[in-house]
């Protein structure tokens, strides 16, 4: 019953230092997602995935970077954090569905502060 | 381009009463998708309902109800019976044509339940 699970759940980091992102969903979806919070924003997206081995840029995809090499994993690395990448990290999924009830379902998030 | 505009930052109601918090959407795109997300302080996305363009009728969910006006380009979400658990941050989110893997995401409704 995991869905799609994020980590870690908090992270602080100092500018230019990089790291991963984890997102793993057990859904068998072909969408995965990585969206940013920030306050009084909403949620933008960053990059997308719509299968193994295809990814895409979203709205703000400077200074992300990811890769889908399966199904179920879909990692975002931050090449070299600045203080402007302190935000909330939303992972999403979904199934491939066209004109349907597609939802996306969310993972925990994951908090990043960069100092 | 797509765009989803909630003009309420913050809406209060007495527990057991009814709220709508309104939702405006504009695209271009005859094929959509409405969802609204509810993010409780502890931070995960919920989903609550789904409207889609083509729908006849609105989209109903246990004490969630969509008022979906398609000529106006509205689709509020009601809450009837309001619960002092339904004090959260509200979302509403679109998708446009058949691209599942991204939602625009409004800058979201705060409501406080008063008891």
């Known amino acids: 019953n995991a869905g799609v699970t994020q980590t870690p759940k908090f992270q602080v980091l100092k500018t230019g230092q990089s790291m991963t992102l984890q997102c793993a969903q057990d859904m068998n979806h072909e969408y995965m997602s990585w969206y940013r919070q920030d306050p009084g924003m909403g949620l933008r997206l960053i990059h997308y995935?719509?299968?193994?081995?295809?990814?895409d840029q979203g709205e703000v995809p400077n200074g992300y970077n990811v890769s889908r090499s399966t199904t179920e994993d879909f990692p975002l690395r931050l090449l070299s954090a600045a203080p402007s990448q302190t935000s909330v990290y939303f992972c999403a999924s979904s199934r491939r569905a066209v004109l349907a009830k597609n939802i996306q379902y969310f993972g925990a998030g994951t908090r990043l502060s960069v100092l | 381009a797509q765009k989803i505009t909630q003009t309420q930052p913050g809406m209060f109601v007495q527990e057991k009463e009814a709220v709508t918090l309104d939702c405006t959407y504009d695209?271009?795109?005859?094929?959509?998708?409405l969802f609204w997300y509810k993010q409780p302080s502890s931070g995960e996305m919920i989903f609550l309902i789904y409207?889609?363009?083509?729908?006849?009728q609105n989209a109903t969910e246990g004490r969630y109800s969509l008022n979906f006006q398609k000529a106006r380009k509205s689709a509020n979400l009601v809450i009837s019976a309001s619960q002092l658990g339904d004090s959260a941050m509200y979302f509403c989110?679109?998708?446009?044509?058949?691209?599942?893997?991204?939602?625009?995401f409004g800058k979201g409704t705060l409501l406080t339940v008063n008891p």
């Open positions: 695209t271009s795109d005859p094929s959509y998708g």
């Open positions: 409207q889609g363009s083509y729908d006849q």
């Open positions: 989110a679109m998708r446009a044509g058949g691209s599942n893997y991204k939602l625009t």
């Open positions: 995935s719509v299968g193994a081995g295809i990814t």
